[in-house]
Structures are given as structure tokens and as C-alpha cells.
């Protein structure tokens, strides 16, 4: 992989500027295929210091209560990733309001895993070309690092492919969080120590305070970034296969687990619109769980099962 150090000015300062806007430099001709994929250092250093600033945890301590906000934002988080950027803008599993979709896109945005849009189209993508030249994170490829987090270092990946999310580019407010993706983020971030800073003044004997509850959400952020990652590498690698996909896809129970029902991997490429992902009893899926209760709630609904057919096909 090349590196982007070297890179000239001119590439040095829109990978600056794509801190703040995603969707700069959009009118740049799209990368050859076959290129070799490049290190954009710049722009991912943002994501290197979010690692670094866990270290911060030695001088803000810990607390129960900061432990216990960062398991819940990890687990509210981690639902807006697996409900609603994969199985509802990813593969329209189920129907929601124009007003929920906005409101889940933003809560999800706060996980720092870039936008709505962009997160569908790569994701789009992978299903296209899974496990093939065209895949943007293939484990078989070009190895486990790549597939877990080189692969959206490089430039290559950076850019949103419209083309590929015409259906949700006609709203404005998705390209609004998709186009300044870093915005949500902060937002939150300057919530999160604001909070703490009233529990410090108003509740002391919770025993937090504005930089350590801010510390232990970016801890969440860290651990659920490399959770939702697995879904492209280990996924791939380590399980079992239920389903001859043409891929290398697997279930795993204990990603499922840790991501709220996504390492039931083989069942989803086997049958990706469902907005279920554990097919069987048994197959624990707490997303489908609380998807099935924003339904009740009727926020959500019209949720695609698993066809009788689908499940007919598996091997074991």
C-alpha cells in the first residue's frame, strides 16, 4: 500500500478539508480500477488520535457510572449501526418515517462511522462483488488488516458513491449528515462532557465528571468501531457455513453476540433482505428484537422475513 505522505499540497490540504466536508473534492475523477490502494494519513488521523485518546483514561479514573454510560452508549450506538445503517439503509429490510430515519442516521452517525450514505454504498458494494477484485474489504484478498480497517484508510475508498444510494441521495437531511459527518459526532462528544459536568455539580456521588465521562464514551466508541469491524474480517474468516454463498462468509455466535445478531454473517449473504439475520431458534438477534419493537411502538414496520424457501436451502 502506498503512502500518503508524500502526497503534494494540493492533496495534503483537501484531505484537511475533508475533515470537515466528506464530500470535498467530489468533482476529482474516480481512481482507476486495479490502482494500488493509498494511505490518505491526513484525513485518518482523526481516527489514529481517537485510539491515542484512550490512553487518557490513566489521568480521568474510572467510575461505575462512567462504565455503565459507556456499555449503554455502545449498545444504543451498535443497534442504530446494525439496524438501521445496514439492514435499513443498507438493504431496505423494513419501512420507517422520513422523521425516524433522520433521527436513527443521526444517532448512528455518533458511532464516527461515517455517514448514512456513504456507509450503504460501500456496504452495497460489498454485496455486489463479495469476495472478489471489486469487494472493498475482502479478508481472502488481501488479508485480515485489510479487510478490518485498511481498507477505508485508503483514498480509494474515501468518497461517497452516489450512484450507488440514488434512493436515499434525494433526501437532503441524509446528504446534510452524510456530506458534514463529522458534525454529529462533536455534537455529542460536547453533550457527553456537559452531562458530566452537571453530574459533578448536581450529583456528586455518582463520582463523574465532564472529562471522564468523555474519556469512557470515546473507550465505547474505540471498542465499537473493531466490534462492527469484525463483520468484514473474522466474519469471513472464523465460523461456520450454513449456506453455499458464492463467498467466504460464516456465523459466528459469539460476534453475533457482540453486535447485537450481525455474526449470523452466512445467513445474511445467503438471504440479505431480511431484516432478521439469526434465521433459526436459538440464532440470538437483538437487533430483530428491538426492530420488532419500534414495530409495535409503530415506528417501524413492513419488517421482511425469512422466506420458507430460503431456509429449505441450507446445508445442515
Not at 449503554?72 to 422523521?99: D, E, N, P, Q, W
Not at 485498511?150 to 441524509?174: C, I, N, Q, S, Y
Request: aromatic share 14%; glycine share 8%; with cysteine.
Amino acid at each position: 500500500m502506498k503512502s500518503g505522505l508524500a502526497a503534494p499540497r494540493g492533496a495534503r490540504l483537501l484531505a484537511l478539508r475533508r475533515w470537515f466536508d466528506s464530500w470535498a473534492g467530489a468533482e476529482e475523477p474516480e481512481p482507476q480500477n486495479g490502482s494500488v490502494p493509498r494511505v490518505d494519513w491526513l484525513r485518518c488521523l482523526p481516527f489514529l488520535l481517537l485510539h491515542l485518546s484512550c490512553l487518557l483514561v490513566v489521568w480521568v479514573g474510572f467510575s461505575w457510572t462512567a462504565l455503565c454510560f459507556a456499555v449503554g452508549a455502545y449498545l444504543v450506538r451498535m443497534f442504530a449501526i446494525t439496524a438501521f445503517y445496514h439492514r435499513y439503509f443498507s438493504h431496505r429490510a423494513f419501512k420507517t418515517s422520513r422523521a425516524a430515519q433522520f433521527c436513527f442516521a443521526a444517532l448512528a452517525g455518533t458511532a464516527v462511522q461515517r455517514g448514512p450514505l456513504w456507509w450503504a454504498a460501500h456496504h452495497r458494494e460489498h454485496h455486489q462483488n463479495a469476495d472478489t477484485g471489486q469487494d472493498p474489504h475482502s479478508p481472502s484478498l488481501r488479508g485480515f488488516w485489510w479487510s478490518h480497517v485498511g481498507w477505508f484508510t485508503a483514498r480509494e475508498h474515501f468518497r461517497t458513491r452516489l450512484a450507488r444510494v440514488k434512493d436515499l441521495a434525494r433526501f437532503p437531511e441524509l446528504c446534510f449528515l452524510d456530506r458534514f459527518d463529522v458534525l454529529v459526532p462533536l455534537l455529542a462528544a460536547a453533550a457527553v462532557f456537559g452531562v458530566g459536568e452537571l453530574c459533578a455539580r448536581f450529583a456528586p456521588g455518582l463520582g463523574t465528571n465532564g472529562p471522564q465521562l468523555l474519556v469512557w464514551g470515546l473507550i465505547s466508541t474505540v471498542v465499537l468501531f473493531h466490534a462492527t469491524f469484525t463483520i468484514n474480517s473474522l466474519a469471513h474468516v472464523i465460523g461456520k457455513r450454513r449456506f453455499a454463498t458464492p463467498d467466504t462468509s460464516r456465523n459466528n455466535r459469539w460476534l453475533a453476540l457482540f453486535t447485537l445478531g450481525e455474526g449470523w454473517h452466512n445467513n445474511h449473504h445467503h438471504y440479505p433482505a431480511s431484516a432478521r439475520q439469526g434465521f433459526l431458534p436459538g440464532e440470538l438477534d437483538p437487533a430483530y428484537w428491538g426492530l420488532v419493537v419500534l414495530r409495535a411502538l409503530g415506528i417501524v414496520w413492513d419488517l421482511k422475513p425469512v422466506p420458507p424457501a430460503v431456509l429449505e436451502r441450507r446445508r445442515d
